[in-house]
């Protein structure tokens, strides 16, 4: 089945720096979406990309999508302490499947 | 709109009992989704419904797991027969055609 795979699973850095993690999948994705967890919360969503290539920002974030549509990333500038949390990201290959498999995210820690 | 909402937030049982829960999802949206979380984890597909109908799922999902949603509305997913590997926060979230989904804060169940 398909598989989504996040690296690195823990990073810690000190508030300002930068700070990216990556996504990478089995199997051709028709998108990607984006969550972030906080400690103790839910997920809530981030982002949805679709197309080959794609770039999208939301203020300090930056999400990519792979040009052959199996890998994304997601890079924050100049993190703050409100960073802080899980980041995890789904994938829908769209082969007859309605499911998004979760990668087992990435737990951002700043250290103030 | 309030979000999704999930009852109980909390659920202690003894293993060999049933338990079921509830989801109430944003009124809008057409799409419900199960999914089950453990420490360290990203969120594990269980099932999804389109409106009333279920229409997909997982094949790691036990026999001794059944959901409904009657009329499209609500939702309950039943666990018969608890065991310890139950144990997992179970998520609710709802959709609008798939794009973003919003979970609910979910319901830690523990056996004991």
């Known amino acids: 089945g398909q598989q989504v795979m996040q690296i690195p699973q823990y990073q810690h850095v000190q508030e300002g720096e930068d700070f990216t993690t990556y996504c990478n999948s089995s199997?051709?994705?028709?998108?990607i979406q984006w969550y972030k967890q906080r400690p103790g919360g839910h997920p809530v969503f981030l982002i949805q990309l679709v197309k080959s290539g794609e770039v999208k920002k939301q203020k300090r974030l930056t999400f990519q999508f792979g040009e052959a549509k199996k890998n994304s990333s997601l890079h924050i500038t100049a993190t703050q302490t409100t960073d802080v949390g899980t980041y995890f990201c789904a994938g829908s290959d769209g082969a007859g499947s309605y499911q998004l498999t979760f990668g087992k995210g990435t737990k951002l820690s700043v250290i103030p | 709109d309030t979000g999704v909402s999930q009852n109980p937030r909390h659920k202690i049982t003894k293993r060999g009992q049933n338990v079921t829960f509830r989801c109430d999802p944003i009124?809008?949206?057409?799409?419900l989704y199960w999914y089950r979380q453990t420490l360290g984890q990203g969120p594990e597909f269980l099932t999804y419904?389109?409106?009333?109908?279920?229409?997909?799922k997982s094949r790691l999902l036990s026999d001794r797991f059944s959901a409904e949603r009657p009329k499209g509305s609500f939702s309950t997913l039943e666990i018969q027969r608890t065991e310890q590997g139950d144990s997992a926060m179970y998520l609710c979230?709802?959709?609008?055609?798939?794009?973003?989904?919003?979970f609910g804060s979910g319901t830690r169940l523990t056996v004991v």
């Open positions: 979230a709802s959709s609008l055609d798939g794009v973003g989904y919003t």
């Open positions: 419904f389109q409106n009333e109908a279920q229409l997909e």
């Open positions: 199997t051709t994705l028709s998108n």
């Open positions: 009124s809008e949206h057409n799409r």
